[in-house]
């Protein structure tokens, strides 16, 4: 087990009507705060009235700022830290999933920032302030709300960059399973192919001796793979809903990091392709995921094993593990298969004839990804070719 | 699942040589501290005057108090207290296990208090302040290190009651399992005991779908059971010392608990146990937990089931499966049986000439205690014969 640091200062209300805590949380960070969100069904669901009246109610004032996109563009967050400034807000509400979370980090830090926002993403600076975020949470798949982590895109040159510092982490997360009701079946599943992707990329790790989280990894990928499909037959489950939403944030909120190092290649190839053809990232990471589990088994086959063993519940071949480790993989294909995900790129509209710029840019300057198998540009190119 | 509020904010510093982050971590909290340990051996073993040392070093002045006791005691939380006022100390650093963060805790709350600290045990106040605790841990037992919780003995009329509050969680945990290397191998099987009691408590719940909480529970128990008997045999294995310790934390910090309600009756009892005969703690749990899973095997026998297949592997009886469940509490018994714990009260030099009494005390005030199955005296009186 390797030395580390650990904590998950984000309070989270989770549950029914949990939203009508807004107010009070929100005046616990500010008393003039930017009210971020995304798409216009927060409005259309009557969401965006309850959380403004409650704010009014509270005492606490707020700009509206919408339209942020799934991938979220710079550009938006660069009006973000122009109306903070402008209107001298003192803290953020994302209302939304992973992309406003990400996007209300990213202005968070701007805005006390003299420079440009995209330093902190580019590696050029180090956010040293930020402004406090709120979350309420709509979609559970980034763990953005209790995470350390954001991504952003700059439209100039397609870059998709993260960020990832404690500093970031949301002050509050309200979570009520209850506002997921009303996701589409595709936006589910891509959820939890986002949340086992987020485990999936911890599990797979050189670090010898992590029993403790090897298990509590296992334990979330098995409450969302049995969850899902009842949240999809009956998209109204309270339960199952509520398994999702608490999974994905403990899946990225860096517990299951404790002692061991993550790979996260696949996630660097995947925002390669996100930048470039604007795919859903969960469904993105359902098509790339077995390519790279294809290219890595034989370097570790009884992690593999352990794998397909304790999370799929293969029956093992002790004789042949091959076999054992190759059924694993064949299951989490067969499982995102089921729950309507995509295979393979193209069917997520991914053409082949630009494989070689999203390697050679995954593995940009020469640089290796990936610490379970180091990945240069020829075994990026390897993986995207299996998953075309 | 149950609405909850959670968050984390203790800082974990885990690994090797961690301890060399004392000085800097305390500053943080205080410049004078009040330095609270318990046993000698805190001294023999050179940590005293390294951790003097680097609070030095850092700039940090100190004042000594050791002498605290398993089931540490309200007198010397008295004099701690004291001590505090009269040099003006303006943080708690407590070197050692549960009872010395306990008493460290209560400490905490008592000097800015104009009462008695024994009001907010006994339930008569409810603390809005603390000095801040930080920790520096030897024993991987009572949680505590990240915990909401504190027990205090008042030696007047042998009461042990806990304090339970977000407040009094420690700023900052240091965690070296190479501390743990010197622990006889009844303290850490007895600790060992005290982690899984913890796990247990909150996985007999009448709470319906507790998915990924129950796995997280399971995980945690099976690194205990896997690991224990591996630190036993060597004492300085790194590895399994620090699967136990992380697991001691998890296993105590609230995030098994949420959305779940927990039992806390078996806690209840073995404190009166502990009142009257000064036993270790996880010792305690360890005589009275398989006569309480023997009492309320029959009112939930599925999760009993699943506790028997998930956790100790038992192949299930789906014809009868009391047999089943029956052999999940086998196998506890036998476990702990196994790492050189009592399996009685006798064993611990109980006597059963105050069951009555003992009994009578758990449910002071004719109040019944315990969630997942109501315990009346008689129920109470029950388990303490069956641990007999």
Known sequence: MENFRFSMPTRIIFG??????????????????????GSERIRSSGLFAEVTGLLEAAGVGYEALGGVKPNPRLSLVEEGIRICRERKLDGILAVGGGSVIDSAKAIGVGVPYRGDAWD????????????????????PAAGSEASKSAVVTNEEGSFKLSLNVDLIKPKFAIMNPEL?????????AAGAADIMSHVIERYFTNVDHVDLTDRLCEATLKTVIHNVPIALAEPRDYDARAEIMWAGAIAHNDLLSTGRVGDW?????????????????GAGLAALFPAWMQLTCAHDLKRYVQFAARVWGVEEDYREPEI???????????YWKSIGLPASLPELGVPSDRIEEMAERAVSNGRKVGNFVPIHKREALEILRLAS
């Open 265 to 281: 290649a696949t996630h660097q190839i995947e925002h390669e392709v996100s930048a470039l053809y604007d795919v859903t990232h």
């Open 180 to 188: 997921t009701y009303s996701l589409p079946p595709f936006q589910t």
């Open 120 to 139: 902190f993403f580019s590696g050029k600076a180090v956010p040293e302030e930020t402004l406090p975020v709120g979350v309420v949470l709509t979609i």
């Open 16 to 37: 029914k009507n949990t939203e009508r805590e807004v107010g009070t949380e929100t005046r616990r960070i500010g008393s003039r705060v930017l009210l971020h969100y």
């Open 324 to 334: 054992t480790a190759r059924e694993g993989i064949a299951r989490l294909k067969a």
